[in-house]
């Protein structure tokens, strides 16, 4: 029997990709997604389910029909700035949904579980790189709602004996053109992309703050490779089986980028010039966030492999250049 691994919001950027990556090695992934953005999602190696990732009915005739080894749980709201604006959906789909899934998983003993964290949780931080072990005092109800179920999660694993493993996203970019796979957010608001479209339709780009207590002024984050998180997935699943404990881990490069860096290097790989305009900070928007991930490469035996800065934007230009076509 082909074994099964259930993705709620696999059609999505990383959720897509993630799948791929267990298609690689052997798994057929049952993808469980609304398509929100409007994305595109026609993969032989995947069963696409459009239905919410916490319809009961939906979830019970999934684990009694595929029996599913984990769950790794990538749907979410993720716009900060829309998170400030409108914390509702924000509590709704990132935490009451997720205790939902969680409570119908467990009814059908399925405890292994891999969940779609954020460095968002860590707020406003001045270190060089945050360990894991650093406080939480997220500065956006986003990060609120991941550092929440990350809580959940503590207590079930107590009470219920839930098996987790949190990976603390950084900021994640770059795609898999070849398999046609693309970040297709509508609208978009992640840096890169909305960089990348500026730049080849000559649009203004925003800095929001170039006061910030950085190099440049500018916020630095730290950029990782989709296919290197995919690949962090992979890790924590093996990492549940051969029987070790629940934990939390940073996904990142472990090297921080300005925006100005983000900015002068894509206009390069585009060959493109950039219409810069400088605009005020956004509520909830820290200066720096950049990962320390000795802990994933000790334990997991994870190490990023791709998450070079000029070929993460370099497979975003040709992307966005395909998708184009």
């Given at each position: 029997m082909t074994k099964t691994v259930l993705i709620t919001g696999g059609a999505g950027y990383i959720g897509s990709h993630t799948a791929f990556y267990f298609s690689q090695k052997g798994y057929h992934p049952i993808i469980l997604?609304?398509?929100?953005?409007?994305?595109?999602?026609?993969h032989a190696w995947a069963t696409l389910l459009q239905y919410d990732f916490a319809e009961r009915a939906v979830l019970q005739d999934i684990f009694e029909q595929y029996k599913p080894e984990a769950v790794i749980h990538c749907a979410a709201e993720i716009a900060v700035g829309k998170s400030v604006q409108q914390p509702?959906?924000?509590?709704?789909?990132?935490?009451?949904?997720?205790?939902?899934?969680?409570?119908t998983m467990l009814q059908h003993n399925v405890t292994n579980f891999i969940f779609s964290s954020s460095a968002a949780i860590y707020g406003d931080v001045q270190l060089g790189s945050i360990p894991e072990e650093h406080s939480k005092e997220p500065v956006n109800p986003?990060?609120?709602?991941?550092?929440?179920?990350e809580m959940v999660l503590q207590d079930f694993?107590?009470?219920?004996?839930?098996?987790?493993?949190?990976?603390r996203y950084f900021n994640v970019a770059g795609s898999l053109v070849d398999h046609n796979l693309h970040e297709q957010h509508k609208p978009e608001t992640h840096v890169l992309p909305l960089l990348i479209h500026a730049a080849f339709e000559q649009k203004p780009f925003s800095i929001f703050g170039n006061d910030y207590d950085t190099k440049d002024g500018t916020c630095m984050r730290d950029f990782v490779h989709v296919w290197d998180v995919a690949h962090a997935h992979?890790?924590?699943?093996?990492?549940?089986?051969?029987?070790?404990?629940s934990?939390?881990?940073?996904?990142?490069?472990?090297?921080?980028?300005?925006?100005?860096?983000?900015?002068e290097l894509t206009s390069n790989i585009a060959k493109k010039e950039m219409i810069i305009?400088?605009?005020?900070?956004?509520?909830?928007?820290?200066?720096?966030l950049i990962a320390n991930v000795a802990k994933a490469a000790n334990i997991l035996k994870w190490k990023p492999q791709y998450s070079d800065l000029h070929f993460?934007?370099?497979s975003a230009v040709q992307s966005f250049k395909k998708q184009k076509e």
């Open positions: 997604d609304t398509l929100i953005h409007n994305q595109s999602f026609d509702f959906c924000f509590y709704e789909n990132n935490v009451s949904k997720t205790i939902s899934l969680l409570d986003y990060g609120k709602t991941k550092l929440m179920i694993q107590k009470a219920y004996n839930l098996n987790f493993i949190c990976l992979w890790c924590a699943l093996q990492h549940m089986q051969q029987g070790n404990p934990d939390y881990f940073n996904i990142g490069s472990g090297v921080g980028a300005s925006v100005r860096n983000l900015i305009q400088n605009s005020q900070k956004r509520a909830g928007d820290p200066a720096l993460i934007i370099q």
